[in-house]
């Protein structure tokens, strides 16, 4: 009685499981199933019998006579295993197997477990199927990114290189108009305009340059550093147009980006801030760190950002009233270039008095080590 | 009826599966479905001396996943079909990689190399002077397209005529 409830439990078992178990004996060496024939209904439909699955299946017949040769010789494992395998019987339906090879030591015959695998096999090509397509995106953006990468080099190139000879040439007439001072103006116009034309080249470049930056790679770069370097180059400038730079440096902090286009970045919120700035005016630097965050702030003592502009003021070509002849990408190459590393950037005007604040928060490096305050 | 076993090798999505649709159901489909596990098709084909073979294709998952039973996948095999994508270049390296490990374990085995997807020519990165260091190899290198149809039956039957011939010198 208790076998019989055993045998019952373990066909219980099996059947849930969608296993079947063949087995041979030493003796005959067929295969018969262990719960007797005809199994169950998936069995017989994609494998017939016992006595036939291994001739019906090409996977079965191969794993069985071929692999799992050493495991039935005693010599390899004691235990195979086939791995997914899909099956498509005879009406054209398909569905994914394993199969699982045992030897009993000692003569005491084979055993051949086969078992249906569909959700296992569903779960696992979800995974890998997202894997693979993350990889193929990424694949596909790194190559756009090369022709965008061609596309700037051209217009580096094709544009930048006859307007400076165009400059030059201009720059050349100017110093030579001693007979003829009336075209003075007109030659200075011509040099303002190619200057402006390469400056706006500049800007657009820096745009497409701040879409290709992608991840920074390497070592963290230390944001005040960088900081640090970009006013001091600056100091010049300002006090050309009387302007006081006031840095607040504090402890060093660590961010993934890319030194260059971080001093980019840095360089159009000062340059930007002396120009908006008044004659004696201060323009300071200064940095925090806020849950997790490096944060940077320009602020000008100027006449602050207009409202109607601050919506806007990231987008690309967005001007402010006295800026005729500024390309209106600076700003809009700094969101970029920002939001690439996983940062944010935003204006507002300072509450109380004069002027505006910038502010750039990027996440601090993985692994940085905190800084006491 | 001669029957031969075939594997397919190469990385994930450079149209393994799609080859073999092609090949056995004149069939494509733009959706991208990674395989895990083992397929077998087969398809008979006339071979150069006349006698009719049964080829039977196994279409193995890329490489990363089937490493642990790759070996006992290979066994048996009668030729093999490395496959890489035309629009991938590192792709071919795969291809190197995959038969640096294989030709010590079936060394002088026939194979085919099939660089797929040559309808996208606009996307095509393999030139002709790498294709030329592989048929330098002794490999029959074939531009196929599994969308088209392009020269996927051809190269099959190539390797079906190099493993008779290759049976026949045993």
């Known amino acids: 009685m208790s076998h019989e409830f055993d045998s019952a439990v373990a066909g219980d078992v099996l059947e849930r499981l969608e296993v079947v178990v063949l087995v041979r004996e030493p003796a005959d060496g067929g295969w018969r199933l262990a719960s007797g024939e005809p199994g169950p209904g998936w069995w ?3 494998f017939g019998s016992a006595g036939e699955a291994v001739g019906r299946s090409a996977f079965l017949e191969d794993f069985v006579d071929r692999a799992s040769q050493e495991c039935w010789a005693g010599t390899g494992p004691g235990t195979l295993r086939s791995g997914m395998w899909e099956e498509t019987h005879a009406g054209g339906e398909s569905r994914f197997f394993e199969a699982i090879a045992g030897h009993r ?8 477990a086969v078992q249906a695998v569909d959700d296992r096999l569903l779960r696992e090509q979800a995974i890998l199927q997202s894997v693979h397509d993350q990889r193929l995106d990424r694949r596909r953006l790194q190559k756009e990114l090369e022709k965008k990468q061609i596309l700037l080099e051209c217009i580096m190139h094709d544009l930048g290189n006859p307007l400076a000879t165009v400059l030059m040439n201009l ?4 110093r030579h108009l001693g007979e003829r001072p009336d075209l003075l103006p007109a030659v200075s116009r011509a040099v303002s305009q190619a200057e402006r034309q390469r400056s706006l080249i500049r ?5 497409f340059a701040a879409d290709l930056i992608g991840m920074p790679s390497g070592e963290p770069v230390d944001l005040v550093s960088v900081g640090a370097q970009t006013i001091a180059a600056l100091a010049p400038q300002a006090a050309a147009r009387g302007v006081t730079l006031c840095p607040f440096f504090g402890p060093a902090l660590p961010v993934a980006a890319e030194p260059l ?3 980019r970045v840095l360089e159009n919120l000062l340059v930007n801030a002396i120009r908006h700035s008044p004659d004696g005016g201060n323009v300071s630097l200064s940095f925090d760190r806020q849950d997790g965050e490096a944060v940077c702030r320009v602020e000008d003592e100027g006449a602050g950002i207009d409202d109607a502009l601050l919506p806007r003021l990231f987008r690309p070509f967005t001007q402010g009233s006295g800026e005729v002849g500024q390309s209106g990408l600076g700003l809009y190459f700094c969101r970029l270039t920002v939001e690439q590393w996983g940062g944010r950037i935003a204006a507002r005007n300072r509450p109380g008095t004069a002027g505006a604040c910038f502010e750039i928060k990027l996440p601090l490096a993985t692994g940085a080590k905190p800084t006491p305050a | 009826m001669i029957k031969r076993k075939i594997c397919l090798i190469g990385a994930y999505a450079v149209g393994k599966t799609s080859l073999v649709r092609r ?3 004149g069939v494509f489909s733009e959706a991208y479905l990674t395989t895990v596990g083992v397929k077998i098709d087969q398809r008979a084909t006339r071979l150069p001396d006349g006698r009719e073979a049964l080829l039977m294709i196994w279409d193995l998952a890329g490489r990363d996943e089937f490493e642990a039973v ?3 996948y290979l066994s048996g095999a009668s030729g093999f079909v490395f496959v890489a994508d035309g629009t991938r270049r ?5 291809v190197a990689e995959e038969m640096a490990e294989i030709e010590p374990l079936y060394p002088g085995l026939p194979a085919v190399l099939l660089i797929n997807k040559r309808d996208l020519s606009a996307d095509w990165e393999i030139d002709e002077s790498t294709l030329s260091a592989w048929r330098d190899r002794g490999l029959s290198v074939h531009l196929t397209s599994a969308r088209t149809g392009e020269h996927v039956a051809e190269a099959f039957d190539d390797l079906a005529a190099r493993m008779a011939g290759d049976a026949e010198k045993v």
């Open chain 1, 44 to 46: 017989v439909t994609w």
């Open chain 1, 105 to 112: 030591p000692s003569g005491a015959g084979d055993w051949l």
């Open chain 1, 171 to 174: 720059q050349h007439l100017g």
């Open chain 1, 203 to 207: 800007s657009i470049a820096e745009v």
């Open chain 1, 261 to 263: 286009h971080l001093s």
């Open chain 2, 23 to 25: 090949f056995v159901s």
């Open chain 2, 70 to 72: 790759r070996k006992s």
């Open chain 2, 90 to 94: 590192e792709t071919l390296d795969a």
